[in-house]
């Protein structure tokens, strides 16, 4: 695994205030305020030998650039791409600009997440014991589903055959918590379904919409989280949430005390 594509070109409408002048990337997540949301991806990224990181940017491209320039120069070689959409459109576009610089050694994450860093350890070392064969979603089969989970199904050899935050809990096996890795011929087919529902002018839609419409002709397997802390973070409970198990994890001297 050589590089990251990390999608952080949202508004984040939904955290009001907290947002108001920064993506929600930039957001301070540790008690001394000496990491941001993006910081613990970059670091965990680095830690597990991926030194080229790819970043769609939008809204405050600016303000993101210059917090990477002053913590991480000399460390990491980033690239930027500018969604000039990012207003009107959803993360489709985003995923989509990225289209000619995606190959078979990038992983994709979403820019909202914190995650312990051993879920990133872990898919790296499942990665290279396959020989890159194989791609994987990362899902989290041990929480309690919610209306708002971006959740999947899978068939009966274990492969995602459905995702979508309206999937019947019940039936859903667990949530996709927004890091992907796709490879060869699954790959190829997301890039594709990208391009097609960008011409077809679905702007609406985004990226794991993109997969849901090739999953029928592709296998993905879930990559479990194996109980590890993650949050996606959208809202200002999340937020605090995501402070919290921060909190907790120094304090335990545990979960992210490594990128702290």
């Known amino acids: ?24 990337c930039l957001l301070p997540i540790d008690f001394n305020d000496r990491n941001t949301l993006l910081d613990l991806s970059i670091q965990s990224l680095l830690d597990n030998g991926i030194s080229e990181i790819i970043i769609v940017t939008g809204f405050g491209a600016e303000a993101l650039k210059m917090h990477i320039n002053y913590k991480w120069k000399n460390k990491v070689s980033f690239k930027y791409i500018f969604n000039e959409y990012f207003k009107e459109y959803n993360n489709i576009y985003s995923a989509y600009l990225a289209r000619n610089i995606w190959d078979d050694e990038t992983l994709l994450l979403n820019s909202d997440i914190i995650f312990h860093p051993l879920i990133l350890k872990n898919l790296i070392q499942e ?22 989970s971006m959740k999947v199904k ?13 999937l019947e809990i019940k039936s859903s096996f667990g949530e996709y918590i927004g890091i992907t890795y796709l490879r060869g011929f699954e790959r190829i087919k997301f890039i594709e379904s990208l391009e097609e529902n960008v011409k077809n002018k679905k702007l609406d839609l985004y990226y794991e919409d993109a997969i849901a419409h090739v999953l029928d002709e592709i296998s993905v397997p879930p ?5 590890l802390s993650w949050i996606e973070v959208d809202t200002p409970e999340d937020y605090e949430i995501a402070k919290q198990i921060l909190q907790r994890s120094e304090q335990k001297r545990g979960n992210f005390v490594g990128i702290l």
């Open 127 to 148: 990665i290279k014991e396959t020989n890159s064969q194989k791609s994987f979603l990362v899902i989290d089969d041990k929480k309690i589903l919610t209306a708002e």
């Open 1 to 24: 695994m050589k590089k990251a594509l990390i999608l952080a070109a949202g508004i984040g409408k939904r955290l009001g205030d907290l947002t108001r002048n920064i993506p929600k």
């Open 223 to 227: 990559f479990s989280t194996s109980g």
């Open 154 to 166: 899978v068939n009966s050899a274990c492969e995602i055959k459905e995702i979508n935050k309206g």
